[in-house]
């Protein structure tokens, strides 16, 4: 049936299209809503002066491209180190958006991402401060950290996917309590450990960055696209964790599995699949993945973890759901959706130095985006329901097929 | 005049909806106190054409008169004032109100701000008495039966005075004794001056309590016949548009060598603590359609999900020689294959297009996988080959969500996929639950076409019709228990009931002669065919 086959790969792009522009519409609404609040609070203000209150709205728009000020008037143009910094920012939540987007398209909802983070984290750190690089090889030291910080995150991550796959214990609830259990333990670990940073004497409750052992994740040639930033070769392995994991999640027996469960349970335990694995695999990968983003972030060398995180969870995780909302699960989607919300921090940056203004603005923006996307997320399943409706009125579902082809053609002769 | 004649009259109805006419010069004419059938398959515009009556689509063609006078009905408002009201498919009630709070719901009488509640009590109970509609007033409705819910809506019509009553395939959800009931209760309204549009597509049903019958098809008018004047074989001819077959068409069985024995079999129970299918034993051989009959809730859901290894079951289940009791899913599903009873819960991945729920359970075997991959081209080849052999209809091929199809073609699409897995055991529950005369023909003479090429079916099924037609043997299974086993030619339904309902039970040596019955019968016309030869 050659049609059919035309006529339906015209509707999946044209719905995956729709979703671009779902996405892109609810960050242009967030970027004006995020200006008009910058000209609202600089006109209100006596503090600050109309110059000053255009100048805010430029950078909210074009920050990334501001190259600083001359003779009182802002530059712009291409800005190595906003470029940069805005990669180095967005690699971490790139992968908990893309930990949160692979378990929701398996129907799970990963709230435990900051948890997983900071397993990733101490373990990361554990190890790349703790085994001697003078007799192991750093770059080593820097894989074996890596690669423990997967593992024992996709061992945290399952423990709720564990829960929910053998007593049913929503993973929402589970996750929130493993997040706090974390933050309580790994504080717990640092405390005990020796890897205080004791060589900056004004510092307390941090540890060593990893470059004190000399370990630091390679920069693979990024620093000379981007010199002067912060940027490393962690950008480049997230963008490919990202394609692979589009591969298996949407070319992989595998991946379908996973998805079958997602959809329905039930159905996919009939078929013979093996749900209650399958569930708390899911956990396990998102965990995986979270973990990941921790250790990249602190294993780049010249970022210091503060470790009394009792009191208060890593944003990177919340970030997360954001980022995946933001880019409708699409494992691709995450690259752009961390990448502009990060753009979105180095725009605050420049609003903070260059302006008045402060970096809080871009808070802001983020949440009218989320606010946006969740939004417009409801109106298309309202959409979708309102459709299904009128579909099962008239029973469209046998419309289209060409047997019907020649009823119609007799109703119009008639 | 003979205007006054009809209470309700629909003239030359036209609703188009994009790409579709849904209704096309459609005439309907209600009687006062006539029960009046609107008969036509799924997606012929019955609900379409109900949904014009009750205000919900505005027809681009035809008028609506109500005792002679043409009326403009904009809205369900405008149909309740005109005394309008509809039983859905599906209860629109609130499930931790009580049955009183549920029926006054939006028509309260107040005053000063008060509810009056004795008033409202009062006229419900009269009503109730008046009709014959027996419900507990203070039951919240959760924890009431599904018959009396539906008695709970219809009251929630009378309660508003209304004088047309439209039931929209109200027998759908009720078992046997709860539809005679509703039929008494149909007539009674009826004797009492209501006039009722009564939507089915069961021809039973229809023979049994309508006056007259309005056909539709694919959207337009057929014709408008007494039901004294036709019969099953006319009307479901009208409405399928082509000789329908109503009785299954087979041979007699040519039962073969034992392809599914339980032993003992016992299954614990979904609901109490116990067991729910108790030390059961028998053999379903190849060649045979074998039904276990029973009425809903007599263990056969539990025996299906221990026999499929969704829940755990103690005895032997021998398939094919092998004792597969403590398998997994996956690998019971070797030698049997599965036609569950809720195709949406356990059948299909509604959010899966048709290709990726046609595979749900090969998409590990060559060709759909290959290194881990799973080769769409190969996933499409093999769905288009299935929608072409059992003529799954859906909007766009293999790439249809499938929850945007219709629940025939859903039920088509599970069937092709199960059958097609062309395993030794076919087990089928419900397989043509909720489907109109086309889809159950069609999937009956599937299943014995599966028997002929020496297939065991194993049916479960609550349609006595079903039972009777479709199978070889019957087992009647009550409270877990098989406490009958009849070949179908030699049975009624009448005597069928009897052990369904649990006022006869049949001896462990009677049941075994009943096999040897139908092995011997089996072999004498094989012998009869060879001498012939």
């Known amino acids: ?414 | 005049m003979a205007e006054n004649e009809y209470v309700i009259e629909m003239l030359h109805i036209t609703k188009k909806f994009p790409g579709i006419i849904a209704n096309d010069d459609i005439t309907l004419q209600l009687k006062k106190g006539e029960i009046h059938a609107l008969l036509g398959e799924n997606g012929a515009g019955k609900s379409t054409l109900m949904s014009v009556l009750f205000g919900l689509y505005q027809p681009e063609e035809g008028i609506i008169k109500k005792n002679g006078e043409v009326v403009k009905i904009n809205s369900p408002n405008d149909a309740t004032a005109l005394h309008i009201g509809m039983v859905h498919q599906h209860f629109k009630l609130v499930d931790v109100f009580t049955v009183l709070d549920n029926i006054i719901l939006g028509a309260e009488d107040t005053k000063l701000g008060f509810l009056q509640k004795k008033t409202a009590r009062e006229k419900v109970e009269q009503l109730s008495k008046k009709y014959g509609l027996y419900v507990d007033l203070d039951a919240k409705v959760e924890n009431i039966t599904v018959g009396m819910q539906q008695r709970t809506e219809i009251l929630k019509m009378l309660y508003r005075d209304n004088e047309i009553l439209i039931f929209d395939e109200p027998t759908a959800v009720l078992t046997p004794q709860e539809i005679d009931e509703l039929m008494v209760i149909m007539k009674n309204l009826a004797a009492e001056g209501k006039s009722i549009l009564f939507i089915s597509h069961k021809l039973n049903e229809i023979m049994a309590v309508a006056d007259r019958v309005t056909v539709l098809r694919k959207g337009k008018y057929i014709g408008t016949v007494n039901t004294k004047d036709t019969n099953k074989q006319e009307l479901s001819n009208m409405m399928v548009g082509r000789p329908v077959q109503l009785q299954v068409v087979k041979d007699e069985a040519k039962p073969g060598e034992v392809v599914l024995k339980l032993e003992n079999f016992s299954v614990p129970s979904e609901i109490h603590k116990g067991n729910a299918v108790k030390n059961v034993s028998f053999d379903v051989r190849r060649g045979e359609i074998l039904c276990i009959a029973g009425i809903d809730g007599n263990g056969q859901t539990e025996f299906i999900h221990g026999l499929s290894g969704l829940s755990k079951s103690s005895g032997k289940i021998i398939l094919c020689g092998e004792d597969i009791s403590g398998y997994s899913i996956r690998r019971r599903g070797k030698n049997m294959s599965h036609i569950p009873e809720d195709r949406h819960k356990h059948g299909l991945i509604l959010d899966f297009t048709l290709e990726e729920n046609l595979v749900l359970q090969r998409f590990r075997e060559s060709p759909f996988q290959k290194g881990g991959f799973i080769d769409r081209a190969e996933v499409r080849k093999y769905a288009e080959r299935l929608i072409e052999q059992y003529d799954v209809r859906s909007g766009q091929g293999p790439i249809t969500q499938a929850r945007s199809m219709s629940g025939g073609n859903q039920q088509k699409a599970i069937i092709a996929r199960e059958l097609d897995r062309n395993k030794d055991l076919v087990v089928a529950v419900q397989p043509t639950r909720g489907l109109d005369v086309g889809a159950i023909e069609y999937i009956h003479s599937q299943l014995v076409q599966e028997r002929d090429e020496g297939k065991g079916i194993l049916l479960v099924s609550l349609e006595l019709d079903e039972v009777l037609s479709l199978s070889d043997r019957i087992l009647v299974m009550y409270e877990g228990e098989i406490v009958g086993e009849f070949l179908s030619k030699d049975v009624t339904a009448q005597e069928l009931g009897l052990y369904m309902s649990g006022a006869k039970r049949m001896g462990e040596l009677e049941m075994e002669k009943v096999e040897e019955a139908e092995l011997k019968a089996a072999e004498n016309t094989e012998k009869g065919g060879n001498e012939d030869a």
């Not at chain 1, 987007?101 to 948890?115: E, M, P």
């Not at chain 1, 214990?169 to 589970?174: F, G, L, R, S, Y």
């Open chain 1, 1 to 414: 049936m050659p049609k059919t086959d035309k006529n339906g790969l015209m509707k999946s792009e044209k719905q995956s299209s729709k979703t671009l522009l779902a996405s892109l519409i609810s960050i242009l609404i967030g970027l004006i809503f995020g200006a008009i609040t910058v000209w609202i609070v600089g006109s209100l203000s006596p503090d600050i002066s109309a110059k000053d209150t255009g100048d805010g709205v430029k950078l909210i728009l074009m920050g990334l491209f501001s190259t600083g000020r001359s003779g009182g008037a802002l530059t712009f143009g291409f800005n190595p180190v906003n470029f940069g910094n805005m990669l180095f920012r967005a690699t971490p939540i790139i992968l908990t958006g893309l930990s949160i987007a692979v378990a929701n398209q398996t129907g799970l909802f990963n709230i435990g991402a900051s948890g997983q983070y900071l397993v990733g984290t101490c373990a990361s750190l554990y190890i790349a401060l703790s085994i001697p690089s003078d007799k192991v090889h750093p770059v080593l030291i820097w894989l074996i950290a890596f690669a423990v910080s997967m593992v024992a995150g996709a061992l945290w991550g399952a423990i709720p996917g564990m829960l929910k796959a053998f007593l049913n214990i929503n993973e929402v609830i589970a996750c929130i309590m493993c997040n706090w259990i974390a933050a309580n333990i790994v504080t717990w670990i640092f405390d005990a450990s020796n890897l205080k940073n004791t060589a900056e004497g004004t510092k307390t409750a941090y540890i060593y960055k990893t470059t004190y052992n000399n370990v630091a994740t390679s920069k693979m040639g990024l620093d000379k696209i981007f010199p002067g930033s912060q940027v490393n070769g962690g950008i480049i392995i997230a963008i490919l964790i990202c394609i692979a994991m589009w591969v298996v999640m949407s070319k992989t027996t595998f991946g379908y599995q996973l998805k079958a469960c997602g959809a329905n349970r039930y159905a996919a335990k009939y078929a013979g699949i093996a749900d209650k694995r399958n569930i708390i695999l899911s956990m396990a990968i998102a965990g995986a993945l979270s973990s990941a983003a921790g250790a990249l972030y602190y294993l780049a060398g010249n970022t210091e973890f503060y470790w009394s995180t009792y009191q208060s969870l890593p944003a990177a995780g919340f970030s997360g759901i954001a980022v995946a909302l933001l880019a409708v699960n699409n494992p691709i989607g995450v690259i752009f959706a961390g990448s502009f919300m990060s753009m979105l921090t180095v725009c605050g940056t420049q609003l903070t130095y260059l302006t008045p203004f402060n970096e809080y603005i871009t808070d802001v923006i983020i949440a009218v985006i989320v606010y946006i996307s969740a939004f417009s997320l409801i109106i298309k399943m309202l959409l979708n329901r309102k459709k299904e409706k009128e579909y099962d009125k008239r029973d469209g579902g046998e419309l289209k097929t060409d047997k019907e082809t020649p009823a119609k053609a007799e109703r119009k002769e008639a």
